[in-house]
């Protein structure tokens, strides 16, 4: 043999296996046959709620619907129809807003808003023909703009969010073709029009990873801040370490892959170069973050294991669902996080997210 050849074979050694989850015993809710999608848009009926979603997601969206009895309908890409609200808001969901009329021209648009204190907001469905249509979108928009000149509507939808104003929606369904509705800000799904909260790709956060988090963390409503103890798990290259660490948070980072040189020396930044399966911390952190590219009912075992070990009180998690049936995941996922004691569970696909969603929770018990 030759000399360090045993050395080289340990090197190569393959990692240690991840532990296999038994799936959680949990009933399903009995599936539905999800219909094709229209040749052509089907228009929206005034008195029904519009839903939108990302591109290829209105099966799930439609599905979800249906386990709450909302007699829905399937309108075109990206748009889904329901006569109810559900319950539970769906994980798939972007934006709603009952539809007030279905109108062809934006003076009929500007006339069905009427007089209210509203923040307006005109979109097209975030797909292939939609987003071909955002030159209708600017055109309607400045001819709504000038009709309620001097309406003292509010100038954003964050100060609609705070005067309690609605957000009216122009919603471009089709060519020449908009529903329109008004949503109170405050209960609307999101403050930006369809549901497309971009965030902005700044120099120290280039990474798509780290607007996926600048958007959880406005969906949660709170952040870390100067102080707090984070725990990024799955947190390599380390775009979400870095901007929990901006915002003045300590973070003990958690990969076997390598932080970014920066990070990895940072003062408030510990790395942890090792599974998340095999770390327990030395002491409970104030939140829990998860971006880790790993099956997702075993994560979620994981991040329920926290709460059960009382490890951290909230939880903002990234689970990647690469399977085509996405929703018996999605249950069973919620079911284990709640199981171990998280609550509040929600979750949602955001508009940073592709074949993921993302989970907000509170740990049940102080
Ligand atoms: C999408 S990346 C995370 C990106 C990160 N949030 C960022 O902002 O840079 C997924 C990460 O999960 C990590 N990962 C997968 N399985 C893991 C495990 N068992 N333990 C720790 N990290 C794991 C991968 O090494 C990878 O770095």
Redesign the pocket.
């Known amino acids: 043999m030759r000399k360090g050849h045993h050395k080289l074979r340990k090197e190569r050694r393959p990692p240690p296996k991840?532990p296999k989850a038994p799936p959680p015993p949990v009933q399903l809710p009995a599936r539905v046959k999800v219909p094709t999608l229209p040749a052509k848009t089907l228009l929206p009926t005034p008195g029904t709620f519009l839903w939108t979603c990302r591109e290829g997601f209105e099966g799930p969206l439609f599905e979800e619907l249906c386990w709450h009895k909302t007699s829905v309908t399937l309108l075109s890409a990206g748009l889904v129809q329901s006569e109810k609200l559900p319950r539970v808001m769906p994980t798939f969901a972007r934006m709603v807003f009952r539809v007030d009329a279905v109108v062809a021209t934006p003076q009929e648009a500007a006339q069905v808003l009427g007089p209210r204190r509203l923040k307006v907001q005109v979109w097209v469905p975030d797909t292939q023909a939609g987003n071909a249509r955002a030159g209708e979108c600017v055109a309607w928009e400045s001819t709504i703009a000038a009709l309620r000149e001097g309406q003292s509507d509010p100038s954003t939808p964050w100060s609609a969010f705070e005067l309690g104003a609605g957000l009216g929606q122009v919603s471009l369904v089709a060519p020449h073709t908009a529903a329109v509705g008004v949503v109170p800000a405050r209960e609307a799904l999101s403050l930006a029009a369809g549901g497309r909260a971009r965030m902005k790709r700044t120099a120290e956060a280039p990474?798509r990873?780290?607007m996926k988090?600048d958007e959880a963390l406005e969906w949660v409503g709170v952040a870390p801040g100067k102080g707090d103890v984070c725990v990024?798990?799955?947190?390599?290259?380390?775009?979400?370490?870095r901007r929990l660490v901006e915002r003045g948070a300590r973070v003990w980072s958690?990969?076997?892959?390598l932080l970014a040189p920066d990070l990895a020396s940072h003062g408030r930044v510990k790395h942890f170069h090792?599974?998340?399966?095999a770390f327990a911390p030395d002491e409970p952190c104030d939140w829990l973050f998860c971006?880790?590219?790993?099956r997702p009912l075993e994560v979620a075992q994981l991040l329920a294991k926290w709460a059960r070990n009382r490890w951290a009180r909230q939880l903002v998690a990234n689970l990647k669902l690469p399977m085509k049936d996405k929703l018996p995941t999605l249950v069973r996922a919620r079911a284990a996080l709640e199981a171990g004691g998280w609550s509040d569970v929600t979750l949602r696909q955001l508009y940073h997210d592709r074949d993921e969603v993302t989970v907000k929770a509170i740990r049940r018990h102080a």
């Open positions: 991840e990474s990873a780290a988090l990024d798990l799955g947190s390599a290259p380390g775009g979400w370490t958690v990969d076997t892959g090792q599974s998340a399966f971006d880790m590219a790993w």
